[in-house]
């Protein structure tokens, strides 16, 4: 039994052994991308950035193309994640202010500890395979956007709705620009507050501070019901 054991463990040991590697090579792979962008990156880079001989890295990866297409799928689900979460349909029941909050904070959060995603997702020399996964993550977020908005504010007509989301979510875009293009941490989080106050001011006028059914035309119509 115990000889049995350890003949499994072999594997295992292997499988873990390996699946640290990828993440090491991958995370290597981010850095360099982040500094010199995706086309001038090369695989003798990211090995030196990893720590390994070249060798190494092509047990586990054929070629750039193939470390980048493993990189942007492991994103793309860490930002489904992030996003599904900061997105959620409870946070329509919150306070406008409340609300920025939970969005923002995570999404500031995971893009500011994981510049590659600004790097590959925005970047000038995006591979279409990229652009293409970037489009659908970006249209899935957009649709959770514009449906949290509607439960707030179900006047919009659908044009407006989707107006309204454009522009919070480009606003949202331009500002996380900016935070990537200051050296200073500080600065960086600095602008979050003022990103909150931005879209607060947006937002106010047309949804209101308060969810809808906190409202006291909503009491009333309740109250009438009854």
């Not at 054991?5 to 993440?23: L, T, V």
């Not at 659908?158 to 480009?170: G, N, V």
Request: glycine share 8%.
């Amino acid at each position: 039994m115990s000889e049995a054991r350890s003949g499994g463990d072999k594997p295992r040991r292997r499988q873990a052994r390996g699946e640290r590697r990828i993440a090491q090579l991958l995370d290597a792979a981010a850095n360099v991308f982040c500094s010199v962008g995706y086309r001038a990156a090369s695989t003798n880079a990211i090995a030196r950035e990893a720590g390994v001989s070249p060798g190494t890295l092509y047990q586990f990866f054929p070629n750039k193309e193939a470390i980048g297409d493993a990189l942007s799928q492991r994103l793309v689900i860490e930002m489904r994640n992030v996003h599904g979460t900061a997105l959620s349909l409870d946070h329509s029941a919150l306070g406008l202010r409340e609300l920025l909050d939970r969005v923002i904070d995570p999404l500031v959060d995971f893009n500011l500890e994981n510049p590659v995603c600004f790097a590959l997702f925005h970047g000038p020399d995006m591979p279409q395979r990229f652009d293409e996964e970037h489009d659908l993550l970006e249209k899935a977020i957009l649709d959770q956007v514009k449906t949290i908005f509607a439960g707030r504010a179900p006047q919009l007509e659908r044009s407006a709705l989707d107006r309204t989301a454009d522009i919070c979510w480009h606003t949202f875009k331009g500002v996380l620009q900016a935070m990537f293009e200051k050296e200073d941490e500080a600065e960086r989080h600095a602008l979050v507050p003022e990103l909150k106050k931005l879209l607060y001011g947006y937002l106010e006028p047309i949804m209101g501070e308060d969810a809808p059914a906190l409202r006291p035309q909503a009491v009333r119509g309740t109250a009438g019901r009854a």
